[in-house]
C-alpha cells in the first residue's frame, strides 16, 4: 500500500516558478514509477511527467518539455515536479500518482495510487 500527499500549490503569475511535492508513504517505491498529470478547468486529465524510482529515467508530456523538472529524494520518499516559466495554460489541478514498473506510465489508468491533488493557478 502506497499513500500520496502533494503539496506546494498556489497562484503565481506568468512566467514564475513553483515547485510541488509528493511525499510518499507505505512500501517502497523501488520498483515504481512516480507520475504527475493535470486537469485544467473544464478540460481532460492529461499526462505532465514521469520518472522511474530507481535508475532516475524521466519523461514528459509535450506541452512541459523543458519548463518541468520532475526529481525525487528516496532518502525522504519524496517526488518533486519544479515548474519554470509558468504559463496561464498551466493552470489546473495537479496530482501525483504511483504505478507499478514496466505500466504505460502516460496512461492515468496504470496507476494505482493517487494524490489528492493540488491546484496551480497562473494569473495572465
Known amino acids: 500500500q502506497v499513500q500520496l500527499v502533494e503539496s506546494g500549490g498556489g497562484l503565481v503569475e506568468a512566467g514564475g516558478s513553483l515547485t510541488l511535492s509528493c511525499a510518499a508513504s507505505g512500501r517502497s517505491l523501488r520498483r515504481s514509477i512516480m507520475g504527475w498529470f493535470r486537469q485544467p478547468p473544464g478540460k481532460e486529465r492529461e499526462f505532465v511527467a514521469a520518472?522511474?524510482?530507481?535508475?532516475?529515467?524521466?519523461s514528459y508530456g509535450d506541452p512541459v518539455k523543458g519548463r518541468f523538472t520532475i526529481s525525487r529524494d528516496e532518502a525522504k520518499n519524496t517526488g518533486y515536479l519544479q515548474m519554470n516559466k509558468l504559463k496561464p495554460e498551466d493552470t489546473g489541478v495537479y496530482y501525483c500518482?504511483?504505478?507499478?514498473?514496466?505500466?504505460?506510465?502516460?496512461?492515468?489508468?496504470?496507476?494505482?495510487?493517487w494524490g489528492q491533488g493540488t491546484q496551480v493557478t497562473v494569473s495572465s
Open positions: 520518472i522511474r524510482w530507481s535508475g532516475d529515467i524521466t
Open positions: 500518482a504511483a504505478a507499478a514498473v514496466g505500466s504505460a506510465y502516460y496512461a492515468g489508468s496504470q496507476y494505482d495510487y
